[in-house]
């Protein structure tokens, strides 16, 4: 079966590609599950201390999870977005080049409106550091991580996990946590959810009833 992830370690630096060009690199459970096992991998070596995490398409890094690959039964504990998210927030490492925290206004303009983002929105809208030439993405990323783990080991886990400790505090209640598992069941078994995974693999305009 053909892997749509690529995994090598150069200068120390666990580098993963993804590479799904076919479908603009979406992201399947399968491209997850390689990407967790490599995260794995690189856990166990101390001389690693950043992962990089890039496309080897120079123009695109990701049109988002395949759709096609949505099933019914996933909840909140076993969806592979979750699983990876909670793989790069939990790894000891740094992992450069996935979106973090980028404020309420952005996240709804990015949920609300679906619309497509270039390099620049992104700078603007801090899910970038800092953009590149097409030809040199990989090598200033490389540069980056090369910058971080000159840095101490233990300072950069701790201070990755301190971070994400800040970051966990500001948590819904229960039951704003519960009315959100409900409206995204409710989702999930609607009509109009089933309307536009068809649409997307019929490569066509939805059309949505609100049912």
């Known amino acids: 079966m053909e892997s749509f992830v690529k995994f090598q370690i150069i200068d120390n630096i666990g580098q993963i590609l993804i590479d799904n060009p076919k479908k603009k690199n979406a992201i399947s459970p399968e491209m997850i599950k390689d990407m967790i096992g490599h995260i794995n991998f690189i856990e166990e070596d101390p001389q690693v201390k950043c992962i990089l995490i890039a496309s080897s398409n120079d123009k695109i890094f990701s049109s988002g999870y395949d759709i096609s690959s949505i099933k019914e039964d996933y909840n909140d504990l076993n969806h592979p977005l979750i699983k990876i998210t909670n793989h790069i927030k939990n790894s000891g490492k740094i992992v450069v080049n996935f979106i973090n925290c980028i404020g309420i ?26 953009i590149s030439e097409n030809s040199e993405t990989i090598s200033d990323a490389m540069e980056f991580c090369k910058k971080i783990s000159k840095n101490a080991p233990l300072s950069l886990s701790t201070l990755k996990k301190s971070i994400n400790a800040f970051q966990s505090s500001q948590t819904l209640n229960d039951n704003d946590q519960g009315l959100i598992k409900n409206l995204i069941f409710k989702i999930q078994n609607s009509d109009d959810f089933i309307e536009g995974r068809k649409a997307f693999n019929e490569k066509r305009e939805p059309n949505f009833k609100g049912k």
């Open 105 to 130: 206004s952005n996240t709804k303009k990015i949920f609300l409106t679906a619309d497509k983002f270039n390099s620049n929105d992104a700078l603007e809208m801090g899910i970038a550091n800092f």
